[in-house]
């Protein structure tokens, strides 16, 4: 088994090398030589949000069965090259949605209720000078949310609980819910006061939030990134952010993680976190034991727990 990515998880390490040969891709130096080394006996990859199986590395991969990854995000797999080559696919679907569309809702009251920065406050001694700013309400904010698959559908119920007006926007309009929907971003970023993102990163979805979106949302709006780094044209919201053209983010994914448009730091307005979504103890766990699941049923040639291909 071929780990891609730096490792996520030591849960995950642990089961891997209980059951396999694990080979560390990333703390490898020379990579090209390991590779033409041991090639032939690379059966299965696992991946995560960072790295996955590029079309590159697949080629380089001649007896590559199964991509296991360490993610529900299939963006850094090549799933054309996978299907051609009829190499199997999974993810981890499911036990990672409460956390990300609890997270969400965390921003949401961070961003609004400036959580952190009075977090700091409290911390500095602020406090006893007593020039404490009032915030905004989140109770009641209109939310619009981009892809409501599982994570989207999470966070709408939980802003439901907020008594928060639900509005949304994906490819299709689904008949089973009854949260409105708009076929085009720019008219669902208008009519909405927080704009979540929660679909899956494709060449269409690439900067879905782009400075038209960012126009429509506005000085008040808040924009919210539980998705990916390139679903948002980076520099466009750094700019609105910082010309006020846009009222806040909360941000869990960027661009070129771990990099951070350093203009950001100054701002109070935002709220950054390192692409946790998923961090907790409880789901890191049940999302390596589904890595590994994925992996025994391929070799023990038994139905996959949760393919994608
Ligand atoms: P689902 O597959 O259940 O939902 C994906 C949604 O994206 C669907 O509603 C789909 O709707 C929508 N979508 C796809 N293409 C488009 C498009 N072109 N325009 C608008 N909407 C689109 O996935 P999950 O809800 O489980 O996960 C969503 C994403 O969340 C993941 O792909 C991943 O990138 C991100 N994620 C981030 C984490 C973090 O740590 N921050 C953790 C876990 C996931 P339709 O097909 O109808 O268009």
């Not at 299709?172 to 899956?200: F, G, M, W």
């Not at 006020?244 to 951070?260: I, S, T």
Request: with cysteine; hydrophobic share 40%; charged share 25%.
């Amino acid at each position: 088994v071929l780990m891609t990515c730096p490792p996520p998880d030591p849960y995950l390490v642990e089961q891997l090398e209980k059951r396999f040969t694990l080979f560390k891709f990333h703390s490898i130096p020379d990579k090209a030589q390991f590779l033409n080394s041991n090639k032939a006996s690379i059966r299965a990859v696992v991946g995560n949000a960072s790295a996955g199986a590029d079309a590159q590395l697949i080629h380089q991969l001649p007896n590559l069965e199964i991509v296991s990854s360490f993610s529900v995000g299939l963006d850094k797999i090549d799933l054309a090259k996978c299907r051609e080559k009829g190499i199997r696919v999974t993810n981890t679907p499911d036990v990672l949605t409460d956390d990300v569309a609890d997270l969400a809702i965390g921003l949401m009251l961070a961003v609004l209720r400036r959580l952190c920065q009075s977090d700091r406050y409290v911390r500095s001694g602020q406090w006893k000078r007593g020039d404490y700013k009032l915030t905004t309400k989140f109770t009641g904010k209109s939310v619009g949310i981009i892809g409501l698959g599982r994570i989207g559908l999470a966070i709408a119920k939980r802003a439901e609980a907020f008594s928060c007006p639900i509005s949304y926007h994906t490819r299709t309009e689904k008949s089973d819910v009854k949260y409105k929907y708009y076929p085009s971003v720019v008219e669902l970023a208008t009519n909405c006061q927080i704009l979540v993102v929660a679909c899956a990163l494709t060449e269409e979805t690439r900067h879905i939030i782009n400075r038209e979106v960012i126009n429509a949302l506005g000085p008040k709006g808040v924009l919210i990134n539980v998705g990916r780094g390139p679903h948002v044209d980076e520099p466009e919201l750094v700019s609105a952010l910082v010309e006020g053209r846009l009222g806040g983010a909360g941000l869990d994914v960027f661009q070129d993680e771990p990099n951070v448009p350093e203009e950001l730091f100054g701002l109070e307005n935002v709220v950054l976190l390192p692409h946790v979504g998923s961090g907790t103890v409880e789901t890191r766990k049940e999302m390596a034991d589904l890595v590994v699941g994925n992996l025994e049923a391929h070799f023990l040639n038994k139905p996959l727990l949760t393919p994608v291909l």
